[in-house]
């Protein structure tokens, strides 16, 4: 079991705090207002590191979509400060963050070309510049044959790709995925995720990867974050031990059970909760 046969610590001593975090969240706490205020997340504190690959899992409703708004700039934390490269990040997706969300969020009326281009035009970028970007993210996510296609004529993970080429395109530094995979069979996620490691060390980016599914957190992380029911903090944080150059056969190797196990075991409870049998042990 090795490394991560681990006693549980304090939650205090689960979040290592870098002082050369590439992000970094600090007390965050965020509350819907409304005539029932909904404590959705926090307080809690994060460091992502340079060129990490940290995963959040928890259950469903925990504020996982949240906390990556707050990381994103897209919502406002209730209190605490959040730093992307040693700036605030406040109001607006900050130059260097990349977000890929749940929902296909590809344009239909658009070619694979045009959406992957869409980001660098609404931008202003010399179009010489956009041709040389979007061929070599088109041409990265393996979509050069459908340059042309509309997102109909694809598969739900050719779509999942395009969505990623469009991020890849502003050349991210930093690239925030809410449940990219969600909607997709099971192969192909695994396919899926390995591309995506693949495109986080030709990168060099950072990666925070929000995901549901436990397999998938455990194959892909440097690190996973397990959060409690909501309002979310974190609970556990196991660190999987993997080279840099994993990919998804690594769901054979024995340390790969005794992961996913860890990460079951710190969720199940909290599961529990979430669908609403906290009494169930
Ligand atoms: N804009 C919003 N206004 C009010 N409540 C919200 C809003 N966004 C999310 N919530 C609530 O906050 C909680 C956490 O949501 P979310 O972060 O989407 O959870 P997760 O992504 O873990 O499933 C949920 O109870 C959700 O209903
Ligand atoms: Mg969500």
Redesign the pocket.
Known sequence: MGDHDVEPATIGAYVRLMPEAHASLRGIT?V?P?DKP?H??GPLDLDIARGELFSVV????????????VLAGL?APTAGTIRFEGNPVAGQVPDGIGVVFQEDASFPWLTVHDNVAFGLRRGGVDPAEITRRVDYAVGFMGLREFTRAYPAQLSGGMRQRVCIARTLVLQPRMILL??PFGALDQQTRLLMGDELLRLWRETGASVLL?T?ALDEAAMLSDRVGV?SA?P?RFIDMVETGWARDRDSRIVSDPSFGVVTGRLWSSLRAESMKAIGRPGVA
């Not at 928890?58 to 708004?69: A, E, I, Q, V």
């Open positions: 965020r819907f409304g909904l959705a997340l928890g259950p469903s409703g925990c504020g996982k979509s949240t906390l990556l708004d919502s809410d449940e929000i549901h959060m909501r979310g």
